[in-house]
């Protein structure tokens, strides 16, 4: 089996619900938070599944992004790896994820749950909590077994996302997998995923960038990473270009810095050239949440561009349009292909 594009990081079981406002007082939440759970925190995934009606996504920044490319490819192009437990949430997973026509190959851990994310909605509110447990005990010794490296062997793209260099296995992996794209002159694909991974992880991030065809990342992530390296500019247009212009492993490809702002112009650069793409308006009435924006941007983008389409502007436009059809939906999903326009 030869894949079109290979995902990697942190997996995580979106369990979404409409919630009532006692649970989101009983836990202390206020509306439109995001966290990291804690001990007391544990209990409330089996609490929203047991009394609530919930809906499951194939989460994670880069699983997201990875169905999202696969929405725009013919069947079986795309293949994701990342850590789970041997449990029912990596069921549910497995399951939704295949419902996307992502194929998925789990490295399994025991002794700790799969990765869930809650999505609390309170009318147009979102609580996000994430227990990423499992997610983050991702090793490089089970990305080289046979079995799993001939998977990145055949695929012919890859993608990960920032946050899977917060974990020492996956740091590991991703410099093992720029190697062999680099080696190889396929393209390997990042996102910047958050602020606070170049604040936290400069030195990991640097290295990984060194590998990069294709650098994805939003104006904050532009922007903390300029600041960061001292780069003494706020113009994501400028950042764009210097980050084009780092140096890399690879070099028979210029490196792509695609850099979204999200209701404003997509920044491209790449070599000496920079263009701007603005995003087609998506009225505020239409819009349910922007979660998962970027991740749908970057399967679009690349959903074209693992076709073999070189012209960029075709790319981005691709990218704003699976990010439009995703933020008029609850959570990074995608509407089923039989209702496509
Ligand atoms: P992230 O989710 O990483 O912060 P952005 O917010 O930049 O990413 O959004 C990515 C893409 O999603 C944008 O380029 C755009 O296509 C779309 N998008 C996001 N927010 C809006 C919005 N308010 N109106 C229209 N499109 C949006
Ligand atoms: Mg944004
Ligand atoms: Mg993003």
Redesign the pocket.
Known sequence: MSYALLGLENPLLDIQAIVKQELMDKYGFVNNGAMLATEKEQPLYQELIDNYEVAYVAGGAAQNTTRGAQYLLPPNSTVYMGCVSNDHYADQMKKAASEDGLETKYQIVDGLPTGTCAVLITGHDRFLCANLSASEKFSLEVLQKPENWSIVESAKNFYIGAFFISHDGGYASSLAVGKHAAENNKPFTM?LSAPWVALAFRDRLDAVLHYADIVF?????ARSYSKVAGWGTDDVKEIAAKFAQLPKANTQRPRIVVF????DE?VVATGDKVTAHP????D?SE?VD????????CGGFLGLYCQGVEDLSKCVNA??YI??L??RRTGPTYPPKAERT
Not at 260 to 263: A, F, L, V
Not at 290 to 297: E, H, K, L, Q, S
């Open positions: 996102n990342g939003n104006e904050d992530e979204t702002q999200g209701s997509t995003v087609d308006k998506v505020a819009i922007t979660n998962g924006a970027g991740d749908a941007f990218g704003h990010a439009s995703c933020i």
